[in-house]
Structures are given as C-alpha cells and as structure tokens.
C-alpha cells in the first residue's frame, strides 16, 4: 500500500504570498486531516475532511482553506502569508470507522520570508 | 477542551539503559491517548494507541505505555533503548467522538553512546 505523500518538500515564499500545498492519501483512505508544527512545537490541528466537506477546524483564521477531492486527495491553501506561517505542515489521512488508524506524510517545509 | 503535558522537554539517555518519557493530559470527557515519533525530516509515526481495555498497552519498536485515569497520565517507556530510539516524541489526545489530535509540545530523546 502507499503512504501519504505531500508536495512541495519544501517552499520559500514571501509575506503576503498565497501558498498552495498537497497531499494523495493513503490508498483506500477517505478522510484527510491538516496539522501545522511550528519549529520547537507539537502539530496543530488545522482541519478535516470528509466527503469532500470540512468536517472540523483548529484556532485557524479563514485565510487557512482547503480542498478534498473525489479521489481523496486533498489541498491546503493559505493566503496573505505572514511570518508566523512559516512552519512544517502535516498531511494525515485515516479511514471513517477504523480507530485512529491515522497515516501521516512527511510533510512540507514553508517558509516566509 | 483538552490538553497535553510532556513535562520534558528533553531526555538524555545512555545506550541499553530503561527510559520514560512523561505524559499528562486533561479532558472533561472520556479519551483516546497515542504516542507518536518523529525522525528528523520525517512525519509522525505511530508507536501505540490507547483506546479501551487493558490499561498496559504495547507498541512498536518495543515501546509501551500505561494509562492511568486517577493521575491523568500516558507516560511511554522502554526497557532498554538504542541508537536508532533518538527522535522527538509527542504524546497526543482525542475525544470520542472527535478525531481532531492535540498534541504536546514533544520530548527529545537523546541516546548516548
């Protein structure tokens, strides 16, 4: 089976910037999850979802948004960077009614500079 | 609303020698525990999860952990550790119901040769 994969590894853009990042879940997986690590810090929990449909948000501002397409896929999107959104963002996918059976991927590196 | 406590931030130890790694948590509701680990430049992997039942849960790489509902604790141990055990390590609840993640802010195992 595949893992989660996630694209960029990494990404250097500047203030003010929109930033798009993505993930392709794990095979078979229908749920898809986004965390944010800044350096020096445990993931936040950014967003669900489910259905194509966000099935659950964090403390993020709506510049935070993100997508889930028909194959599971999914993306984060993040307009009007500022600096503190510099940081590692995590991708986990999982499949509705198995216990957490939560696949990370190795997420992406972004940096604003 | 739910918390996370690694009560350290950094754990030294020498190679072969037993470690434990502390976690507390709060919640007003029931809860699901997990342990996770971080390589460098890698996402998380799961080492154990606590969902029900046995109190003493086993997990990869030869780790457990023991869930103690009176003192609010998940701490992670092993019995002789190596090399290849040095990474950051999150300890991470969940309500039922509820699959959003919190994590601690991580403890950094060090192996000593």
């Known amino acids: 089976e595949t893992g989660v994969t996630q694209s960029p590894t990494h990404l250097i853009k500047t203030r003010g910037q929109q930033v798009t990042l993505r993930c392709s879940s794990q095979s078979g997986h229908n749920t898809v999850s986004w965390y944010q690590q800044a350096l020096g810090q445990g993931p936040q929990f950014i967003f669900q979802y489910y259905r194509e449909e966000e099935n659950g948000r964090g403390n993020f501002p709506p510049r935070f948004s993100g997508l889930q397409f028909p194959n599971y896929s999914s993306e984060l999107n993040v307009n009007a960077l500022e600096l503190d959104d510099s940081a590692l963002y995590l991708c986990?996918?999982?499949?509705?009614?198995?216990?957490?059976?939560?696949?990370f991927g190795s997420g992406t590196r972004l940096t604003v500079v | 609303a739910q918390s996370v406590t690694q009560l350290d931030s950094q754990v030294p130890v020498f190679e072969e020698a037993p470690v434990e790694l502390r976690c507390n948590y709060s919640?007003?509701?029931?809860?699901?525990l997990f342990w996770y680990v971080q390589y460098p430049n890698q996402g998380l992997q799961l080492l154990l999860k606590?969902?029900?039942?046995?109190?003493l849960v086993k997990g990869i790489n030869g780790f457990e952990a023991e869930f103690n509902k009176s003192q609010t604790s998940f701490h992670l141990r092993k019995p002789s550790v190596h090399i290849s055990d040095t990474a950051e390590y999150f300890c991470?609840?969940?309500?039922?119901?509820?699959?959003?993640?919190?994590f601690g802010t991580g403890t950094r195992l060090t192996i000593i040769p």
């Open positions: 991470a609840v969940s309500n039922f119901g509820n699959e959003k993640l919190t």
């Open positions: 986990a996918s999982s499949l509705v009614g198995v216990n957490y059976g939560y696949t």
């Open positions: 606590y969902l029900s039942g046995s109190t």
């Open positions: 919640s007003s509701v029931s809860v699901y």
